[in-house]
């Protein structure tokens, strides 16, 4: 007898195995092709995120940027402005004159000058440089007081013989109405030299000249007190105050912003517990109970009983099939209510006099 004849009952059982094989082999295709399809779906949502911040990051990017007037998609045509009534300066006077109005509004004070009363309105200022009535006046008054701001503070050019015809300093001359003329030739020939007006009010007065040369002079003295110390120590005291309401303001954001809500080393070890219960695993911070430790080291689940029941049968290479696509998909759970977990919650560093704080907020 050949040894490698076969009976007619392991043939009908060779026969009857085959399909189950066939079975087995297709769940295992299916499997493997929706464990692909999964990675791939994945693979694919990540890319899809990191596309959506990436061109998220470039609009936020884009909408920093300034952008030019003309360069606006909703243009809209300027506003038709009808002129001041009243006015018979030219555009240069009339910013001269303007300038000079708000100057002394913002610092007349510092410079002495009483705000309400002592500064001129715009329309007495323009009466006055067309010297019409009581107005001429008052704006040589204003020179005055102007030019003996100046002279003290800043002062005059170092090394320059600053003397008036009878040798007097122009530190020690008493300035008024009638030798204001003389004083302002000599200060402005030592900061800009011979200049066709330095060289008019040599033999013509202030109020002689045109309205714009009596701008023009205005403008200057206020541009050379914008340079005095007490201006500028003014300026500083306001950029310090508004630092401070800056600084304060930052502040009651932030703990308007911390109140009422969980801190972040709080959120962690909530995270960390929930982790644990989620896996049934100790966590290694520390973060598990004691309950899930000895039910996650004592006690053996109901799988590994089956398992460990079922270990002589047909059916453990289906077990273990079952036992990984199990924890494929508690994986994908996992990293699925991870990123919800990421999105409620939003850790948020902001900067509060120099200190840094961590705040969460739900939602």
Same mark, same amino acid.
């Given at each position: 007898?050949?040894?490698?004849?076969?009976? +007619?009952?392991n043939?009908l059982l060779?026969q009857?195995m085959?399909?189950?094989?066939?079975r087995?082999?297709t769940?295992?295709?299916?499997?493997e092709?929706?464990k692909?399809?999964?990675?791939?779906e994945?693979r694919?949502n990540?890319?899809?995120?990191?596309?959506?911040?990436?061109?998220?990051?470039?609009?936020?990017?884009e909408?920093?940027?300034p952008?030019?007037?003309?360069?606006?998609? *909703?243009?809209? +045509?300027?506003?038709?402005? +009808?002129?001041?009534?009243?006015?018979?300066?030219?555009?240069?006077?009339?910013?001269?004159?303007?300038?000079?109005?708000?100057f002394l509004r913002?610092?007349?004070?510092?410079?002495g000058?009483?705000?309400?009363?002592?500064v001129?309105s715009?329309?007495?200022?323009?009466?006055?440089?067309?010297?019409?009535?009581?107005?001429?006046?008052e704006?040589?008054?204003?020179?005055?007081?102007?030019?003996s701001?100046?002279?003290?503070?800043?002062g005059?050019?170092?090394?320059y013989?600053?003397k008036?015809?009878?040798?007097?300093?122009?530190?020690?001359?008493g300035?008024?109405?009638?030798?204001?003329?003389?004083?302002?030739?000599?200060?402005?020939?030592?900061?800009?030299?011979?200049?066709?007006l330095?060289e008019?009010?040599?033999?013509?007065?202030?109020?002689?000249?045109p309205?714009?040369?009596?701008?023009?002079?205005?403008?200057f003295?206020?541009?050379?007190?914008?340079?005095?110390?007490s201006?500028i120590?003014e300026?500083?005291?306001n950029? *310090?105050?508004?630092?401070n309401l800056?600084?304060?303001?930052?502040?009651v954001e932030g703990?308007?912003?911390?109140?009422?809500?969980?801190?972040?080393?709080?959120?962690?070890?909530r995270?960390?517990i929930?982790?644990?219960?989620?896996?049934?695993?100790?966590?290694?911070?520390g973060g598990g109970?004691?309950?899930?430790?000895q039910h996650?080291?004592g006690?053996?689940t109901?799988?590994r009983?089956?398992r460990?029941?079922g270990g002589?049968s047909?059916?453990?290479?289906?077990?273990?099939?079952? @036992? *990984?696509d199990?924890?494929?998909?508690?994986?994908?759970?996992?990293?699925?209510?991870?990123?919800?977990?990421?999105k409620?919650?939003?850790?948020?560093?902001?900067?509060?006099?120099?200190?840094?704080?961590? @705040?969460? @907020?739900y939602?």
């Open positions: 007898m050949g040894s490698c004849s076969e009976s +007619p009952e043939l060779g009857d085959v399909p189950q094989l066939y087995k082999g769940l295992y295709l299916e499997k092709r929706l692909q399809e999964k990675r791939d994945k694919l990540k890319e899809r995120k990191l596309e959506q911040r990436r061109l998220e990051l470039e609009i936020a990017k909408l920093k940027k952008n030019e007037d003309m360069c606006l998609a *909703d243009q809209k +045509p300027l506003p038709e402005l +009808p002129r001041i009534p009243g006015l018979v300066l030219s555009g240069s006077t009339f910013s001269d004159c303007l300038m000079v109005v708000q913002n610092f007349g004070k510092v410079l000058f009483d705000v309400n009363l002592e001129p715009l329309s007495v200022l323009q009466e006055g440089l067309l010297n019409i009535g009581d107005s001429m006046g704006v040589q008054d204003l020179l005055v007081r102007l030019l701001a100046a002279i003290c503070d800043p005059l050019v170092t090394g013989k600053a008036t015809i009878l040798g007097d300093h122009l530190l020690n001359v300035i008024n109405r009638d030798n204001v003329s003389e004083i302002l030739q000599i200060f402005m020939e030592g900061h800009c030299g011979q200049t066709e330095t008019s009010l040599k033999t013509k007065a202030f109020q002689a000249h309205p714009a040369q009596k701008a023009s002079v205005l403008a003295l206020i541009n050379e007190l914008a340079c005095s110390k201006v120590s300026i500083d005291k950029i *310090d105050y508004m630092s800056r600084r304060d303001k930052w502040m703990k308007l912003r911390t109140k009422g809500r969980t801190p972040y080393w709080a959120l962690c070890f995270l960390r929930i982790h644990a219960k989620k896996t049934g695993k100790r966590d290694i911070s109970d004691i309950g899930e430790e996650s080291l006690t053996p109901p799988g009983k089956r460990r029941k002589d047909d059916y453990d290479d289906d077990d273990d099939d079952y @036992s *990984d199990q924890a494929d998909e508690d994986d994908e759970d996992e990293e699925d209510k991870d990123d919800k977990k990421g409620k919650a939003d850790i948020c560093e902001d900067e509060v006099g120099g200190f840094y704080y961590l @705040s969460t @907020s939602g």
